[in-house]
């Protein structure tokens, strides 16, 4: 077996490495040995504190046995059949799946990750309805293919204009700190928030014509835009309209599924049941690379006697199926799906206690282990800690106080991100919290305190 160095892991990584979202000659990876648990540890045996769940996925914790011996038993009993092939992971897992998802969907396209899984979705939409346009908000991420990156309203999707996939519409978050209806009357009742919201993309929808949409694509709860949780009302609301306009709901639960929010699928919430919903992520923890589209039978069924003309080459790849079967039966045995739901007013609380005590924090937002801390300038204007697809020397300065200190959290313009693996403890917690805490003095400073 071919033998590197500790030492040898970063200098190797960066000559021969193509690294993504990266200027290359600014990239300063962290170059990882071993993870357990909510730690993991640098080749010089700094331990990091994982805030992040790695890159939101590591629901169950990192380095769980259970689903690495699930990985290495399906590799020694079948590595690899292809997608045509029926196989007992394959016949599991669907059945799993069927058993934990929403309503009526119960029929699976296994992708190999988000992006693919929201590209699919968005082909079974437009074959499913013979429309072709698709409607996605501004504060959004689907993900870096062409038709996933089209979706994506933010401003990652900017650089790769205008050859990407044609047909999208994006349309207003219903994100009240910053609503674009609302800065003269911030005190407007959440019922009438949610309708103006809801006004507004009927208003799109009537406007582009509702027999070329499509479906609707949306985060359940937004992710890496900011952890914008729709006010009560939002998401029946979406569903109605579609149900009006005889357009399709697709929810993207790449970032908010499998426990996240302290349901299975954050839509659960609002008792809302999509026409299709895209899932990667915390299906497998990441312990293997997966993702799947979940659609009602009747949709499915329209490809009876039709050919579905798409394919992927690991679609279905059995190590990956493993995976997702043990690390779904570890959150149904380690009950992760309630300890989430408990530890969520835990984790609120303790972003609401950091809000008060440091005058940088404009806001605090969380759903289960989903949290935001949004830092301002100044709370009257809420003048945001760096510009909007910016960072500012207080962001760069403050991201790496954290890391100093062994918090590896997820930084993104003017917010910072709390998302940890779901086995966290309170203990844990306040572990980050009090880094968090220390570190936001850098903060402070820039908004005066």
Not at 109 to 121: H, I, M, Q, R, V
Not at 304 to 326: C, D, K
Not at 357 to 370: A, D, K, M, T, Y
């Amino acid at each position: 077996m071919l033998e590197i160095s500790d030492a040898d892991i970063l200098p190797l990584s960066l000559e021969h490495g193509f690294w993504t979202w990266s200027a290359q000659g600014k990239v300063a990876p962290i170059p990882v040995l071993r993870a357990k648990g909510v730690y993991f540890w640098d080749v010089a045996g700094k331990r990091y504190l994982d805030f992040n769940s790695m890159v939101m996925c590591v629901n169950i914790g990192h380095g769980d046995e259970r689903v690495i011996n699930a990985i290495v038993e399906q590799a020694r009993e079948l590595p690899f059949a292809g997608p045509p092939m029926a196989t007992r992971p394959r016949a599991l897992l669907g059945k799993l799946l069927a058993e934990i998802t929403p309503g009526d969907l119960d029929r699976f396209l296994f992708t190999l990750g988000g992006a693919d899984a929201n590209e699919n979705a968005i082909k079974l939409a437009r074959a499913y309805t013979g429309r072709h346009k698709i409607l996605a908000r501004y504060r959004s991420y689907h993900g870096a293919t062409a038709g996933a990156m089209a979706a994506t309203g933010d401003p990652r999707r900017v650089a790769w204009e205008p050859s990407l996939m044609p047909g999208v519409v994006h349309f207003l978050d219903p994100y009240r700190y910053r609503s674009t209806f609302h800065r003269t009357n911030p005190n407007i009742s959440e019922a009438d928030f949610c309708q103006d919201y809801l006004n507004h993309l009927e208003e799109i929808i009537q406007y582009e014509g509702p027999e070329t949409i499509a479906a609707i694509l949306l985060e359940s709860v937004t992710g890496t835009n900011g952890v914008i949780i729709p006010p009560q009302g939002y998401l029946p609301g979406v569903r109605a309209l579609c149900d009006r306009y005889g357009v399709l709901l697709i929810a993207d639960e790449v970032m908010s599924g499998f426990g996240r929010t302290g349901k299975w699928f954050a839509i659960q919430h609002w008792d809302v049941v999509p026409d299709l919903m895209t899932m990667a992520k915390g299906l497998t923890s990441a312990y293997a690379p997966l993702g799947a589209v979940a659609m009602r039978r009747e949709i499915a069924n329209y490809f009876n006697e039709r050919v579905f003309q798409s394919g992927l080459t690991y679609n279905s790849h059995p190590i990956s199926l493993a995976a997702a079967i043990a690390n779904i039966q570890v959150m149904q045995q380690d009950r992760l799906i309630e300890h989430a739901a408990e530890m969520g007013p835990v984790l609120h609380r303790m972003l609401t206690d950091l809000g008060e005590q440091h005058p940088s924090i404009g806001e605090v937002r969380s759903i289960g282990l989903f949290g935001v801390i949004e830092l301002v300038r100044d709370r009257r204007t809420r003048q945001p800690m760096a510009p909007f697809n910016g960072t500012s020397p207080e962001m760069t300065e403050l991201r790496n106080n954290l890391l100093e200190h062994g918090l590896y959290i997820y930084t993104h313009w003017h917010t910072i991100l709390v998302i940890p693996p779901l086995i966290i403890n309170q203990e844990q917690l306040k572990e980050g919290f009090t880094i968090l805490d220390q570190a936001l003095a850098v903060a402070d400073r820039a908004a005066g305190g």
